[in-house]
Each structure stands twice: as C-alpha cells, then as structure tokens.
T-cell receptor, first 111, second 116 residues
C-alpha cells in the first residue's frame, strides 16, 4: 500500500495563483521527497526535505514537513501554465528501503 | 532532457512476442530501478539493482526478466505478456545503493508498452 496520500487528487487554478498540495504518510520517515511528472514524461525530482527540517524552498516551491502530524505540503507560488503536471510525494520508512510514491495530485494551471 | 535514456519510447507487441526494454545512464549511479505505471496512478516498483546485482524483486511475474549487464545499462526482457501488462515502464537511477530512500532518483521518460 502507498505510504503517502496526496490531497487533493486534482486541482485546477488560474495562472498567477498559488497551488497547495498536501501529503500524509503513515510511518516514521527519514525524509520526504516531491516529484513532478508532465504528461507522457518521466518523473522529475523537485525537492527533498529531511525529517529534522520543517521548511525548505527552491525557487517558487515551498515545502513544509510536520512529522508530528505525519504530513507535508508543497506550495507553488505564482503558478504558470507550464506547472501543469502530476505531483507525487515519496517517502521511505528507513534509509535503505526504496521510495514509495503517493497517489499524486493532478494540477491544471489555466492560462 | 533527461540523463536517463530509455528505448524504445513506444512498443506494441503481441502476447507471444519477446522484446526488451533498455535503459542507460552515465551519471555513475550504482542503484537502478524498474517501475510500472498505469494511467493516473503512481509508479509501482518492480526491481532494484544495487551494484549490478538484483537486490529487490517486488514479486514480479517471471514473464518480466531484468538484467544489468554493467553499471550503466539496465534491460527488461519481456516474454508472453498479458494485456494487463500494458503500461508506461520507467527506469530510474540513484547514486548510492546503501541509502536507497535517502536520495533523489533520476527517471527516464519511459517506454509506453501496449500488448495486443
């Protein structure tokens, strides 16, 4: 079963708006990762946040992690049509077990 | 452009055919992965190779046979597939097999497989 569950399953916003996606997971983790997948393409790694970090930024991306609630959020600010994609969180219960991907959020940014 | 190259991009095969999917990376990564992805679903792990040795097989049917000829190449041999095996097959790599879940993975763009 998936370790992570994204919410919402689908999100549609206007260009320029912010998009927020959430991920909840079940077991303790060492880190949580976010990936983007454009239609018909492979996954692209966006950001990795470690369990002792609470917030991380990369360009227009802001990721938070709340280990007490076993949840993370991905915020994309000033969204663009090119941000249209599926976004997956991925976790690993321990360092040497492979990643398990959540169900993903499908983001549509309308120009 | 991705640093993990998969060929072919598309493959249509009958249930009695034998074909192979190929994956190549030149980043010096020593962990390589095969995933299966159905439409609107997350990738599902099939196999992991660590230092060119099969380290994880997620109970994949024997009609899928992985091979890692060297540290840069990963193959997936297909034989007697079923229609439900139609999916996007993704290859990925990461740097250190000792910390599989603690590092980013780099994905290829996949092979879109259709079984007739």
């Amino acid at each position: 079963s998936q370790q992570g569950e994204e919410d919402p399953q689908a999100l549609s916003i206007q260009e320029g708006e912010n998009a927020t996606m959430n991920c909840s997971y079940k077991t303790s983790i060492n880190n949580l990762q976010w990936y983007r997948q454009n239609s018909g393409r492979g996954l692209v790694h966006l950001i990795l946040i470690r369990s002792n970090e609470r917030e991380k930024h990369s360009g227009r991306l802001r990721v938070t992690l709340d280990t007490s609630k076993k949840s993370s959020s991905l915020l994309i600010t000033a969204s663009r049509a090119a941000d249209t994609a599926s976004y997956f969180c991925a976790t690993s219960p321990s360092g040497n077990t492979p990643l398990v991907f959540g169900k993903g959020t499908r983001l549509s940014v309308i120009a | 452009d991705t640093e993990v190259t998969q060929t072919p991009k598309h493959l249509v095969m009958g249930m009695t055919n034998k074909k192979s999917l190929k994956c190549e990376q030149h980043m010096g990564h020593r962990a390589m992965y095969w995933y299966k992805q159905k439409a609107k679903k997350p990738p599902e792990l099939m196999f992991v190779y660590s230092y060119e040795k099969l380290s994880i097989n997620e109970s994949v049917p024997s009609r899928f046979s992985p091979e890692c000829p060297n540290s840069s190449l990963l193959n997936l041999h297909l034989h007697a597939l079923q229609p439900e095996d139609s999916a996007l097959y993704l290859c990925a790599s990461s740097q250190d097999p000792g910390i599989l879940g603690n590092q980013p993975q780099h994905f290829g763009d996949g092979t879109r497989l259709s079984i007739l």
